[in-house]
C-alpha cells in the first residue's frame, strides 16, 4: 500500500503542542555566538543585551541539545513521511514586542497544512508549513513564525523505492 | 549603526547597506555555533551527498540572521522590525560567498517601511524577502 496522504492529513493537520518553555532565559553568550556567525558588530546586541529578533525561537526553545528535540524537530520527525531528510524553504516572522537579556520565552507548535507533491529531490515529497507561537514569561505574544518545509527521500531510498510510510 | 534613519527622511527606492560572507569551512563551523542547529545536513558533508546534495550548505537561521542583520544594521537603535519572510529557493554551500542587500520598497503612515531583502550568491538571487520596519518621526 502506497503512502496515504489523507490519513496523515487527518490525523496530524491542526495537531498542537503544548506550550514550552526555553530550557534557559535570553542570554548574552548566545546572541554574541549569533552576531559572531555574522560578523555583526551591533551594540545593541553585543552590548547592551538585545536579542536579535530572528533569536527568539532559539531562546524559546527546549533545545539545543539533544539536536532531535530542537524546534519543532519532535513534531516532524512524528509525522508519517516516505522520507526522513528535512529542508527548510520558507520561513515568515512576525514581531510584536522586543526581548532581553534576562527574559524567559515559551513556545508551541501547530501543524498548519500537510500536502504531497513530487520535487527534483523525490516524487514523493511531502510539505509540511507549521506555525510556532512565542510568547514571554509574562505571557505576552512575542512573535509568530510560520515554516514550510519539505521532507524527501535520499537517492539511494529513491533508487530502491524504498518508503518509510 | 546606531542612528538610524527617520521615517519622512525614507525614500522608497533608497538602498540599504548590504555585506558579504564567505561561507569557508569555519564559517560553516560559526554557524553550528551560532545557530545550535546540528542537523548533519549543514556541516557533514558526506550526510549530505547521502541526500542528494552537493556539498553542505548554511541553515535557515543563518539566512534569516543575514537578512536581519541587513535591516538591524540600516533602522538603528530606534527601529523596531515588525515582520521577515523569505524563500529558501537554492542551497547556499561551502566555499561560495554571498552578499546580503535590501531596498525601501513603500512607506506607509504610522512610521511603517516595507522593504525587500534578499541573498545573492554568484549573481543569483538564491532568497529573495521581504521585511517591514517601523521607523521613528523626525520629531
Known amino acids: 500500500m502506497g503512502y496515504d496522504v489523507k490519513a496523515v492529513k487527518r490525523q496530524w493537520e491542526g495537531y498542537e503542542t503544548v506550550r514550552q518553555w526555553g530550557r534557559y532565559p535570553v542570554e548574552h553568550e548566545p546572541i554574541r555566538r549569533h552576531c559572531h556567525m555574522l560578523d555583526d558588530t551591533n551594540p545593541r546586541f553585543l552590548e547592551e543585551g538585545h536579542c536579535p529578533p530572528v533569536m527568539v525561537d532559539y531562546f524559546a526553545s527546549l533545545g539545543p541539545y539533544p539536536p532531535a528535540d530542537y524546534d519543532i524537530f519532535p513534531v516532524i520527525r512524528d509525522i508519517p513521511t516516505p522520507g526522513d531528510r528535512l529542508i527548510n524553504l520558507n520561513q515568515e516572522f512576525e514581531w510584536f514586542l522586543p526581548v532581553k537579556v534576562g527574559d524567559r520565552l515559551g513556545a508551541s507548535h501547530k501543524v498548519v497544512a500537510i500536502h504531497q507533491r513530487g520535487t527534483k529531490l523525490d516524487p514523493l515529497s511531502v510539505w509540511i508549513r507549521t506555525e510556532t507561537t512565542i510568547v514571554n514569561q509574562h505571557e505576552e505574544l512575542v512573535a509568530r513564525r510560520t515554516n514550510q518545509l519539505l521532507v524527501h527521500r535520499t537517492p539511494e531510498e529513491i533508487a530502491t523505492g524504498a518508503s518509510r510510510a | ?139
Open chain 2, 1 to 139: 549603526m546606531r542612528d538610524g534613519p527617520r521615517w519622512e527622511h525614507v525614500r522608497e527606492g533608497d538602498e540599504l547597506k548590504g555585506f558579504s560572507l564567505e561561507l569557508t569551512m569555519t564559517r560553516m563551523v560559526a554557524q553550528v555555533s551560532g545557530t545550535q542547529d546540528f542537523y548533519p545536513v549543514h556541516h557533514d558533508p558526506e550526510f549530505a551527498r547521502q541526500a542528494g546534495h552537493p556539498d553542505i550548505f548554511v541553515n535557515t537561521a543563518f539566512i534569516r540572521g543575514c537578512l536581519c542583520r541587513v535591516v538591524t544594521d540600516w533602522m538603528g537603535v530606534d527601529g523596531f522590525l515588525s515582520a521577515l519572510t523569505f524563500q529558501m529557493r537554492r542551497p547556499n554551500f561551502v566555499g561560495e560567498t554571498i552578499t546580503a542587500r535590501g531596498r525601501v520598497r513603500k512607506k506607509a503612515a504610522g512610521g511603517r517601511v516595507d522593504l525587500e531583502v534578499w541573498i545573492e550568491n554568484a549573481g543569483q538571487v538564491t532568497v529573495p524577502g521581504t521585511a517591514t520596519v517601523i521607523l521613528p518621526a523626525a520629531s
